[in-house]
């Protein structure tokens, strides 16, 4: 149980470098790679804070 409640930021993080990247590294156009980017660092930055609050509450 206390797994998976750890789990869930770790893949957020990976899930968000991971557009992050696509949205830096791709040349798809202005719309596309923007919402990405953007996306993929709210949802890396989001599951670093959701990691560090889920590690306080075990």
Do not use: D, E, Q, Y
Request: aromatic share 18%; glycine share 14%.
């Amino acid at each position: 149980m206390k797994r998976s409640n750890i789990l869930l930021p770790v893949f957020m993080v990976i899930i968000g470098w991971f557009l992050g990247g696509f949205g830096f590294a791709t040349k798809l156009g202005h719309p596309i790679n923007t919402i990405c980017f953007c996306l993929g660092l709210g949802l890396s930055f989001f599951g670093f804070i959701l990691f560090i609050v889920r590690l306080k509450n075990k």
